[in-house]
């Protein structure tokens, strides 16, 4: 069984969610907001989210995002980890999880696709983000970017779509992947045959590394901006990106997330 800190882990990283969704309205949630949605163990660490930000008011709001994450992320390691530890003593159930994906299953009620589910809608919304952004900059590249734009505006959106990927999946790699690796062998790190999501960030961050490098020595003038350039960088990991980006959605779906994992213990997963 999962162990009884996981629900805290929970709802601090549900803020994580919330601020990501609301990226493009660039809201930023009200200490008062924050205490209708957690009880009082956790409003003390979420208040440090809202402090934090309105001290840095000067920041671009990719940073403010980037650092908003960072603070909840630092908060839930401690807890997250003493988790992992639990279950680390416990042995993997490897073999009955095999036995439950070969069998036959039961057709899914609404709610208990709808619960099943979840996590597969929290994630799509965090990749419709990234989908839409590298959209907007790949189709500026192609074609020609707004007239209205700069390009300064244009490389600073590049570099936030840059900061926002690598920190969600530095979020992922360090507070959900080693839970879900638990049982499901696609986020494995070790895993020869599988450990399919964690090849695939390697795989991204290879060319995101060298696309953020070029995009910030364009817009601080270490080099002159060549559109096919840009291109030739953001191509280069384009088709692995997307496919990350659809099947891991497809592995948090409700079909394959009830192969390995029972309802009650869904509502303990830290998203």
């Known amino acids: 069984m999962l162990g009884p800190t996981r629900p805290v882990s929970k709802k601090l990283l549900w803020v994580l969610t919330s601020n990501t969704q609301n990226t493009t309205r660039r809201t930023i949630l009200t200490p008062n907001a924050l205490k209708v949605a957690t009880s009082p163990p956790q409003f003390k660490i979420l208040r440090r989210l809202v402090v934090t930000n309105s001290s840095r008011a000067i920041m671009s709001d990719e940073d403010k995002l980037c650092d908003q994450l960072k603070v909840v992320a630092e908060d839930n390691a401690n807890m997250l980890n003493a988790v992992s530890k639990e279950e680390e003593q416990s042995p993997l159930q490897a073999e009955s999880s095999q036995k439950a994906e070969e069998k ?3 057709k899914l009620t609404p709610a208990e696709f709808k619960a099943y589910n979840r996590l597969a809608v929290v994630m799509d919304q965090y990749h419709n983000h990234f989908r839409a952004t590298w959209t907007e900059i790949i189709t500026g590249l192609r074609k020609s970017r ?4 700069s390009l300064r505006q244009f490389l600073s959106i590049a570099q936030g ?14 507070y959900v992947f080693p839970i879900l690796a638990k049982k499901m062998p696609a986020f494995q790190k070790h895993n020869k045959e599988h450990g399919e999501m ?14 953020e490098d070029y995009v910030n020595a364009c817009k601080s003038g270490e080099k002159d901006f060549v559109a096919s350039d840009m291109l030739e960088l953001m191509e280069s990991f384009e088709k692995v990106l997307w496919q990350h980006l659809d099947e891991e959605v497809q592995q948090l779906g409700a079909e394959n997330m009830r192969k390995y994992w029972t309802i009650e213990e869904l509502k303990m997963l830290p998203m």
Do not use: V
């Open 146 to 149: 707004p007239k209205n734009q």
């Open 198 to 211: 964690i090849a695939h960030h390697r795989q991204i961050h290879k060319g995101l590394e060298r696309f």
């Open 104 to 106: 036959a299953l039961p």
């Open 161 to 174: 779509f840059c900061r926002m990927l690598d920190t969600h999946h530095n979020i992922e790699e360090s």
